[in-house]
Each structure stands twice: as structure tokens, then as C-alpha cells.
T-cell receptor, first 115, second 115 residues
């Protein structure tokens, strides 16, 4: 495996509570991404990071924040979870275009249910 | 902004049938194009890629040709197998951007192969 792990893998929480998902990599890749997968919508980019403390918004960033204080960890936080954020969340990493066309390696996913 | 449009599924074929899954894109620069596959219960993995116009990506009997004139990257396989049943995602990475690459996915096409 490529050395990317997500935690927790499954979480059930209640509306209004904060939630943090963690993505940890051991590949020393520069770029990290958070996506959500929903039926009929495919994968939608939430936020991505191009280095420590360097992040940018994706297509569906409202209600989410991220942090990257060290190369290996990329945290996704839902400040106040809503039922519309029930989804499967995937983290992905890549060394970047100069190292081979930005091929992504994905984590196993984190299934979040907001009641 | 950049976007990827895939044919809607589900697609159901008999074993040994010919497969085409259409993918078109819009991008302001010169993107790299990808097909990823997601087998049941798993994360996404790269199937094939092409980094410039007229390149052909191929893997496991699947092929796709980067057509700049029609902004397309259609996935084809001459004879599908039951084991090809999965969800297929078309994606692009705009490597010409000066900042980190957003990597955008289509909505996915579910493929089911009957024995």
C-alpha cells in the first residue's frame, strides 16, 4: 500500500457537533486532497493542500475547514456537522505533476453519518 | 472553471461485449487526463492516464485517447469481463496552473457485466 491512512474509518455523530477527520501519509508527498463521494455526484473536491500551511478551496468547501501543520497530516474539520455532510470522505495524495502527471493515491475512505 | 462530464450510468453489458464510456472536459489550460476505477467496497485507483494531446493511455485491456479537438477522453475495452464491474471516473488535472493542481472528477459511471 502507498502509506496513506484515514481515521476514523466510520463515525456517527449528531447535528451541530464538530468532527475532525485525519489523513496521514508516509510518502512525503507535497499535495494532499479531501474529496467527498455521494451518489449521483461522483467525487467532489472539498479542499486541497500544496504544502505545509498552504491550502486552497475546492468545489464544495462551505462548512469545511482544513489544516496542514506538517507534511504527513491533513485534517478536515466540520465545525458544526449537518445532515447534508453525511458522506464518504476520501483523502488522496500525489507528489505532483513533475513527478508523474499528478497521479493520485487514495485512502480507504471515512464514512460519516450525521443524524 | 475546469469540469468533467461523463455519460450517466448505470451501464449493463454482457460478458465479451464492447465497452465505451464517454468523457468530455473543459479546461483553460493543458490538462492531464485520467481514468480511475473503484471496485465494490474499495477506494479509487488509477486505471490509465494521458498527459498531452493524441496520447493513448492503456491498461488491463482498457484504452483512452486524449482528443484535444473534441475535448474528449473516452474509455474503451474490446471485450469486457465480469471482473470489470466497477464504477469508472474520468478526471483532469490542469498542470499548466502556476499554483497547485486542482484535480477534478466526473460523476462516475457504474458498469455491471452479466455473465
Amino acid at each position: 500500500d502507498a502509506g496513506i491512512t484515514q481515521s476514523p474509518r466510520h463515525k456517527v455523530t449528531e447535528t451541530g457537533t464538530p468532527v475532525t477527520l485525519r489523513c496521514h501519509q508516509t510518502e512525503n508527498h507535497r499535495y494532499m486532497y479531501w474529496y467527498r463521494q455521494d451518489p449521483g455526484h461522483g467525487l467532489r473536491l472539498i479542499h486541497y493542500s500544496y504544502g505545509v500551511k498552504d491550502t486552497d478551496k475546492g468545489e464544495v468547501s462551505d462548512g469545511y475547514s482544513v489544516s496542514r501543520s506538517k507534511t504527513e497530516d491533513f485534517l478536515l474539520t466540520l465545525e458544526s456537522a449537518t445532515s447534508s455532510q453525511t458522506s464518504v470522505y476520501f483523502c488522496a495524495i500525489t507528489p505532483g505533476a513533475l513527478s508523474g502527471a499528478n497521479v493520485l493515491t487514495f485512502g480507504a475512505g471515512s464514512r460519516l453519518t450525521v443524524l | 472553471g475546469d469540469s468533467v462530464t461523463q455519460m450517466e450510468g448505470p451501464v449493463t453489458l454482457s460478458e465479451e461485449a464492447f465497452l465505451t464510456i464517454n468523457c468530455t472536459y473543459t479546461a483553460t489550460g493543458y490538462p492531464s487526463l485520467f481514468w480511475y476505477v473503484q471496485y465494490p467496497g474499495e477506494g479509487l485507483q488509477l486505471l490509465l492516464k494521458a498527459t498531452k494531446a493524441d496520447d493513448k493511455g492503456s491498461n488491463k485491456g482498457f484504452e483512452a485517447t486524449y482528443r484535444k479537438e473534441t475535448t474528449s477522453f473516452h474509455l474503451e475495452k474490446g471485450s469486457v469481463q465480469v471482473s470489470d464491474s466497477a464504477v469508472y471516473f474520468c478526471a483532469l488535472s490542469d498542470a499548466s496552473r502556476s499554483s497547485a493542481s486542482k484535480i477534478i472528477f466526473g460523476s462516475g459511471t457504474r458498469l455491471s457485466i452479466r455473465p
